[in-house]
């Protein structure tokens, strides 16, 4: 459970830092305007406590990111705030690349990590994850992973970190490409050869029907089988 | 030499610039460094010549600063060749994918050109099942391949490979994304290969076949090298070890198990048969029971790569503090500040240190502080490169690790959290950098982070003389900050920067000087469009690409100058623009 938790405030916190990343971009462009006299004055080289002043001037990647109640991202914020109601606001925002740590040292980790919870000798289940788009496919041993949290971690770094996990209040998960924009849903096939969508159906009865796993664009999910149909 | 033997003054000795080929190749035969190679041929045409036609070794630092074809033509004589691809922030995920840096054209270009070819490593590039394949079939004399941080290819790819290439002594795959299609690779060595000597498979996530490796590893008698990967369970690993006791370096993949101490008693002696063992390294979810089954080993490592094993602890401390022949320790920050008091105190020949995040997004609930670093650069005099994680530093502890260590020639710092400042004093950090660039007069690589102003680039421009690769997060506060490294820092040949407030002017104000640097990154930083074009218009020799978001659908031509830039990557070439850019790349 508490696992549960923490991953639910991690996919809150990487929801959160990608619509700053967004929301920080006009902030940049305001901070250059107002820096604008402190450049000229700074390409003539003088006055050093000139620059230092202008760290109070707002930056771009701002440490407003954090309070994010307070911050002008509020706005945005407020949109999503049915999404974001359950969690209490996680002390660190999440950066895309930071600290920088290779994907591959962080996909380690997370599985030793998972592996450390997984029941021990249990054979591994290899299962071909497909990303529509992707030039190739990867795999994963769904046994490394505890819940779903951790599988769309995994994937997330697998895919080059460029996901940011996003959770529905009627526990639909989607995966959302933070380079642009596209919506990717958790899909797999299971024993029948039925595509089905991910999270329906507690962990380890998914760990044992899933054959395959593919992520599929959003605009093409609309065929799946609504939920609402129980 | 070149004196010729004449006795009598009057006939003087030959001429520089007619001394015959063979021994002005002769003579760059002895030169091993391309740099210095490199010097030999700006001399004169002559020795361009005879220089260029005698090339052993050459490596590519970027792939898309020369054409494939015409480094092949231009050095006919290449038997190993390295070429590098993706700008280093891809190791970060800070390049989507597909971006480019495909092997192919350089192997097609090798398979032309040098049939001779015996060595080809490619890092941060994007290798093809294909590419192996041709790389098997049109070398005969292929020994060694070396892939790091590359994927786009499978065990399949390895297969060719291993099924082709009859002379091969090293298969070294480092941190590969490679599918596993469950071909049989190990399997298509012939039973009568004898000649491996290095084979890394550690980054392979599936099962290999472990009746085939035992035989590989009984009969190739010269094999030194041997990293598994996390499918072999450790009684096998004790299996392997008996049957060569010879090696010099062993990875032993996952080294869980639960304690059983028959497993111990054979781990322990088939680790007391290995007599040359210089090199360790593994992902250990050790048990730490285990670990005293190396003890027999320890005092022969130069190195220790514990940077996933997740084990903590005073059975860690314990074992690293027997290796007191150690060089080079790659931990992760399990350790903690009292483990690494422990090392300093008992690994004094030292040189190299690197300590990961075993949790680079969690609360801070690891012991490791400044205090560990300081305490190793205080007693272990051959430190000269670090690689550290932490929470928190100050710059009392920065100016005290620059007077121990005036040595460091790499110096690699990352303070969690951005823009953290000095936690005693609350000030920024500019006193501590400066103090190890001032100090550290050969300082080759640095990264910074923490609370940075633009001061401490003034420093760092002023005093990096050695300076070749720079990384900044997250940092400075103006234009200023980015002047000083491009006016200053005379060697620099790579800068990364992220989130930083630079913008248009430096860049500009500063365009010769990226003609004489390898490449350039910059992004989330404060550059405009109409900047980007005015850099490519005044330097024809350097390409210009900028990545925006891929969902912008009108092409950068019809875009205004004002137009922010999110990613800047600027390079020399020899080539011109590249052709394999993907949608979200434009070059200007």
């Known amino acids: 459970q508490e696992d549960d938790d923490a991953a639910t405030s991690d996919a809150e916190l990487e929801t959160r830092e990608r619509l700053t990343t967004r929301a920080t971009k006009p902030v940049a462009m305001s901070a250059e305007t107002e820096r604008s006299s402190t450049e000229s004055s700074a390409a003539s080289g003088l006055d050093f406590e000139d620059t230092a002043l202008t760290l109070t001037l707002r930056l771009p990647g701002d440490p407003d990111r954090k309070r994010g109640a307070s911050s002008s991202s509020s706005c945005s914020l407020a949109d999503r705030s049915s999404l974001l109601a359950e969690a209490p606001p996680a002390p660190k925002a999440r950066v895309v690349g930071w600290p920088p740590v290779r994907s591959f040292r962080k996909n380690a980790l997370e599985n030793v990590a998972a592996g450390s919870t997984r029941a021990a000798c249990a054979p591994a289940k290899f299962v071909k994850v497909a990303v529509d788009g992707a030039p190739y496919l990867r795999k994963v041993n769904l046994r490394d992973y505890a819940g779903y949290d951790q599988l769309l971690r995994a994937l997330q770094g697998k895919f080059c970190s460029h996901f940011t996990i996003r959770k529905f209040a009627n526990d639909e998960m989607k995966l959302v490409d933070a380079v642009n924009g596209t919506e990717y849903v958790p899909t797999y096939e299971d024993k029948d050869g039925d595509w089905m969508l991910v999270g329906d159906v507690p962990w380890k009865m998914f760990e044992e029907a899933c054959q395959r796993v593919r992520l599929m664009k959003n605009s093409e999910a609309v065929n799946i089988a609504p939920r609402s149909a129980r | 030499m070149g004196r010729g033997g004449a006795r009598d003054g009057a006939a003087a000795a030959p001429p520089w610039h007619s001394l015959p080929d063979e021994v002005l190749e002769h003579a760059f035969s002895f030169l091993p460094a391309a740099a210095d190679r490199g010097a030999a041929a700006a001399v004169c045409h002559g020795w361009l010549g005879a220089e260029r036609r005698s090339r052993r070794r050459l490596a590519v630092a970027n792939c898309y600063a020369a054409a494939p074809r015409d480094a092949v033509d231009r050095f006919p004589s290449v038997r190993a060749?390295?070429?590098k691809g993706k700008p280093h922030f891809a190791d970060f995920g800070l390049v989507p994918p597909a971006w480019g840096a495909e092997a192919a054209p350089w192997v097609a270009a090798a398979a032309d050109g040098w049939p001779l070819?015996?060595?080809?490593?490619?890092?941060?590039?994007?290798?093809?099942?294909?590419?192996l394949e041709m790389i098997a079939s049109s070398f005969r004399n292929f020994q060694v391949l070396r892939l790091v941080s590359c994927e786009g290819f499978s065990t399949a790819g390895l297969a060719a490979i291993t099924e082709g290439c009859r002379n091969l002594r090293e298969l070294d795959l480092q941190e590969n994304y490679i599918e596993d299609c469950s071909s049989h690779w190990l399997s298509y060595f012939p039973e009568s290969f004898t000649s491996l000597e290095t084979l890394n498979f550690s980054c392979l996530e599936g099962e290999v076949n472990?009746?085939?490796?035992?035989?590989?590893?009984?009969?190739?008698?010269?094999l030194k090298t041997l990293k598994l990967n996390n499918a072999i369970p450790l009684d096998k690993v004790a299996s392997l070890l008996r049957k060569a006791p010879q090696l010099v370096e062993l990875g032993t993949g996952k080294f869980s198990a639960e304690y059983h101490s028959d497993l111990f008693a054979k781990l322990e002696a088939a680790f007391a048969g290995c007599k040359s063992l210089r090199r360790l390294s593994g992902a250990w979810d050790a048990v730490p029971d285990y670990l005293p089954a190396f003890y027999c080993v320890c005092e022969g490592l130069t190195s220790l790569n514990l940077s996933y094993a997740t084990v903590r602890g005073p059975e860690l401390i314990k074992f690293i503090s027997r290796c007191k022949n150690l060089q080079q320790l790659w931990v992760m920050d399990l350790i903690e500040d009292h483990g690494l008091a422990v090392v300093a105190g008992s690994c004094s020949k030292l040189q190299e240190l690197r300590v990961f995040p075993s949790d680079p997004f969690g609360a801070g609930q690891v012991l490791l502080t400044e205090r560990g670093l300081v305490d190793v650069s205080a007693s272990c005099p051959m430190l000269e490169s670090v690689l550290y994680f932490c929470g928190q530093m100050t710059n009392e502890a920065l100016i005290t690790i620059a007077k121990n260590r005036p040595n460091f020639t790499c110096f690699r710092l990352c303070i969690l959290e951005p823009r953290t400042p000095d936690y005693?004093?609350?000030e920024s950090l500019d006193a501590g950098f400066s103090a190890i660039v001032?100090?550290?007069?050969?300082?080759?690589?640095?990264?910074?982070?923490?609370?940075?102003?633009?001061?401490?680039?003034?420093?760092?421009?002023?005093?990096?003389?050695?300076?070749e690769m720079l990384s900044i997060a997250f940092a400075g506060n103006s234009d200023l900050g980015l002047h000083y490294i491009l006016s200053g820092c005379k060697t620099l040949k790579k800068l990364e920067i992220r989130d930083c407030p630079f913008g248009n002017k430096p860049l500009l104000a500063n365009a010769a000087k990226l003609e004489t640097m390898r490449s350039l990154w910059m992004s989330s930083c404060s550059l405009t469009?109409?900047?980007?074009?005015?850099?490519?218009e005044k330097m024809p020799r350097l390409t210009v690409e900028i990545m925006n978001d891929p969902g912008r659908t009108c092409p950068v031509e019809s875009l205004p100058d004002d137009s922010p830039v999110e990613t800047l990557y600027v390079y020399r070439t020899i080539a011109g623009p590249r052709s394999d850019t993907p949608d979200y790349v434009q070059i200007v």
């Open chain 2, 81 to 83: 060749a390295e070429v």
């Open chain 2, 117 to 131: 070819l015996e060595e080809l490593s490619f890092k941060r590039m994007v290798v093809t099942d294909e590419c």
């Open chain 2, 210 to 222: 472990f009746a085939v490796l035992e035989r590989l590893v009984s009969r190739c008698r010269n």
């Open chain 2, 424 to 426: 005693v004093t609350r």
């Open chain 2, 438 to 467: 001032e100090s550290c007069k050969g300082l080759r690589r640095l990264s910074v982070s923490g609370l940075l102003t633009d001061l401490v680039f003034k420093s760092i421009g002023a005093n990096g003389n050695c300076l």
């Open chain 2, 529 to 536: 469009l109409g900047a980007c074009r005015q850099l490519a």
